[in-house]
């Protein structure tokens, strides 16, 4: 596999999953290795959730540092169990210079407490190529300040914040008081969002978007 992600200059896609033996650390810097090396790979998925006991930290962070001068990638999917800190940080560098046009971190379930919420903020502001992204929610990050970036983000196509819970009403209403936006884009609302705030904030978005018509 390393020889042929080395080698090849038609493959467009790849999706890794690992198990949990005490070699997938090893494997993975390999295949990071071979990775530096291609210059055809566009879209890349890498799953570590059951890699909890092995030493993944380092290679997300390997990970990132290859993924951010490779040529042609465009979209990275990376599934981890958590984020600590030396990876949160190679990610928000990443987010930084990368010409990434999609990025998707963990899954419903992924934690990520050294993930710093301003640090994230500013990456994304400095970036100028993402249109697709689902994060996890972290703590400090508040649902109307990742709205705001995405309200004021024109490339923004789909995002999805992981891990939200319930929607404050508060923060529906400080939502809802943004300017809109004219370029469409899709909310990917996962399991983790409770049914209420779901449906809350449809109703507050249709009230605000009848009321703007009125107005006009």
């Not at 987010?95 to 710093?116: F, K």
């Not at 990050?141 to 705001?148: G, I, K, V």
């Not at 529906?172 to 449906?199: H, I, Y």
Request: glycine content about 4%; aromatic content about 4%; proline content about 4%.
């Amino acid at each position: 596999m390393c020889d042929t992600l080395r080698t090849a200059s038609t493959l467009n896609d790849l999706t890794l999953k690992f198990s949990a033996d005490y070699s997938a650390s090893v494997k993975l810097a390999k295949l990071i290795a071979a990775l530096a090396e291609n210059q055809s790979l566009k879209k890349f998925s890498v799953d570590l959730t059951r890699c909890e006991d092995s030493p993944t930290e380092s290679m997300i962070s390997t990970l990132c540092m290859a993924i951010s001068r490779h040529p042609e990638m465009s979209s990275l999917t990376i599934l981890a169990p958590a984020l600590g800190e030396d990876s949160s940080e190679a990610i928000i560098d990443l987010i930084r210079i990368s010409r990434l046009q999609e990025l998707r971190l963990g899954d419903s379930t992924c934690t990520a407490p050294q993930l710093c919420a301003s640090k994230l903020l500013k990456a994304l502001e400095e970036n100028f190529h993402l249109m697709i992204l689902a994060i996890p929610r972290i703590g400090g990050l508040t649902f109307p300040d990742f709205m705001s970036f995405v309200l004021k983000n024109p490339r923004m196509e789909c995002v999805s914040l992981l891990l939200l819970g319930h929607i404050a009403v508060d923060d529906l209403n400080t939502m809802a008081k943004m300017p809109r936006r004219r370029a469409p884009f899709v909310w990917e609302v996962g399991w983790g969002v409770d049914d209420c705030s779901k449906q809350s904030a449809c109703q507050k978005l249709k009230r605000e978007q009848r009321l703007k018509k009125r107005l006009e």
